[in-house]
């Protein structure tokens, strides 16, 4: 526990994150977690977050030493892809009794990875650590080395129980386990000037797949996605990359930074998110290559693609915008960045009636400002029953959010998409945002909207309205 502790700390203190460095020291040392508010949902725990960031490295076994449970709750619960092995998708468990907690789980998950190891051969087994096998005190790190030397293959060990925090903290934690253990371990078999890595892109429903192409025709290398159909010798090779991009989210952000500070990879903070924040992404890439040393053609051909790209992506959109335009649109978001759906959404001509900056950082804020120019349309938190009121007094013609809130939507019998990590379609990359649009329009325009608001027949006859 001594060691679990030690990590949070070093979690806590961010240096690349401007939200931490405002904070006392006495703030900083309390980490970023908010008191619950008794009632509320308290969301994904530290083991969550860690297996959502790691999950997506698809050739390797996630093995939870924990009670079967923990692995049910986090089994692939976000829609990663994989364009090959499908390893990351078995759901594998110690599947902790009681007789364990009685006489430890150390035996019983060396056993396991020993099964594993032999049915399905995979390049590296990660293990995490969850609450109770955590309480009995079952020491993941030296049955991991002792594995490791055994088997000669890497046992990771993620050091990630529940009550360590939350989701985002197990984000970090999931970096940490791959600095210390997996990033630098192997060498690419060559390096090009062009070579990138992308951290903080899962993959889900295959976003990933929407951008590569892109990079494809700049001649940019994906050396490692971390974590998106990433493999295992991809992110130990990762270390040889000439740039880094950080996928709009500060919740791996300790990997970019060390990574900077141990291999000197600068990193910048992108989204693939709406047309403007895509071609801005791109330059972004080809410029931190060129000062890199990478030959500078590069940025010509980065121009060319992003403007025919812009100019295919606008004449698809076209259509759609007759119809979006002026429609209000009620944005509740968290995992992915406000500004960048703000802006995507904007650029199909329709109105945001609110956006949601509970998680938001006070760059995103500032951003948010400068695309909307008016202040009010932020709302720090919005209870259940406001969002309801708005959508049943018509203050907003559909809502984005994710699936938790659907329920509010479809309670006031309004248009709903989900537009969060659970979400089933792809939303990045110049593609993305007109499926975005598309799938807005698909909402909107459904039949069952009319049928819904109806009134039922058997209920009474309504009485007309005074006046007529
Ligand atoms: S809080 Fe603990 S017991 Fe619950 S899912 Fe997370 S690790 Fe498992």
Redesign the pocket.
């Known amino acids: 526990m001594a060691l679990l502790s030690e990590k949070l700390q070093q979690v806590f203190e961010e240096p690349a994150c401007a939200k931490n460095l405002a904070k006392s020291t006495k703030e900083r040392k309390q980490g970023c977690t908010k008191q619950l508010t008794p009632g509320a949902a308290a969301g994904g725990?530290a083991?969550?977050g860690a297996k959502i960031a790691l999950q997506p490295i698809t050739d390797v076994a996630h093995l939870v030493h924990?009670?079967i449970?923990?692995e049910g709750?986090?089994w692939d619960n976000r829609h990663s892809l994989s364009s090959g092995p499908g390893t990351y998708r078995t759901g594998f468990t110690t599947d902790i009794s009681e007789l364990d907690i009685v006489y430890g789980g150390e035996k019983r998950l060396y056993r396991a990875v020993k099964e594993i190891i032999d049915k399905y051969d995979p390049p590296a087994v990660f293990v995490y650590q969850?609450?109770?096998t955590a309480l009995i005190g079952d020491d993941i790190e030296a049955v991991c080395k002792a594995a490791s030397a055994k088997f000669g293959k890497p046992v990771i060990p993620v050091n990630v129980?529940?009550?360590a925090g939350v989701k985002n903290l197990g984000n970090k934690l999931a970096g940490e386990a791959l600095l210390d253990h997996v990033i630098g371990t192997q060498e690419p078999a060559f390096t090009t000037p062009y070579d990138i890595n992308i951290i903080g892109e899962f993959n889900l429903s295959g976003e990933l797949w929407q951008v590569k192409p892109l990079l494809d025709a700049m001649g940019v290398r994906v050396l490692a996605c971390i974590s998106g159909d990433a493999r295992y010798a991809e992110v130990a090779c990762s270390h040889r990359a000439r740039a880094t991009m950080m996928v709009c989210s500060k919740a791996m952000i300790n990997v970019a930074r060390k990574m900077e500070e141990r291999y000197g990879i600068p990193f910048f903070e992108g989204s693939f998110y709406g047309i403007g924040d895509m071609s801005d992404s791109l330059r972004q890439i080809a410029r931190l290559l060129v000062d890199r040393g990478a030959p500078d053609d590069i940025l010509g051909r980065t121009e060319r693609l992003i403007a025919s790209e812009e100019a295919r992506a606008w004449a698809r959109i076209e259509p759609y915008k007759q119809r979006l335009r002026g429609r209000k649109v009620l944005l509740i978001t968290g995992g992915v960045k406000s500004w960048s759906v703000v802006a995507a959404l904007q650029e199909a001509g329709m109105e945001i009636v609110g956006t949601s900056v509970k998680k938001s950082t006070r760059e995103d804020k500032d951003r948010i400002k400068e695309i909307m120019g008016d202040e009010a349309h932020m709302i720090d938190d919005m209870s259940p029953r406001e969002m309801y009121k708005m959508l049943k007094e018509a203050r907003a013609d559909i809502m984005l959010s994710g699936g938790r809130s659907q329920f509010v939507a479809l309670k006031a019998k309004m248009p709903w998409l989900d537009i969060n990590q659970e979400r089933h379609y792809a939303y990045a990359g110049y593609e993305g945002i007109v499926s975005l649009v598309a799938e807005i329009d698909k909402t909107l325009s459904n039949p069952v909207w009319d049928h819904v608001r109806a009134p039922a027949p058997w209920d009474p006859p309504q009485p007309p309205a005074a006046g007529m």
């Open positions: 725990c083991f969550d924990g009670p449970a923990c709750h986090s969850t609450c109770v129980p529940g009550f």
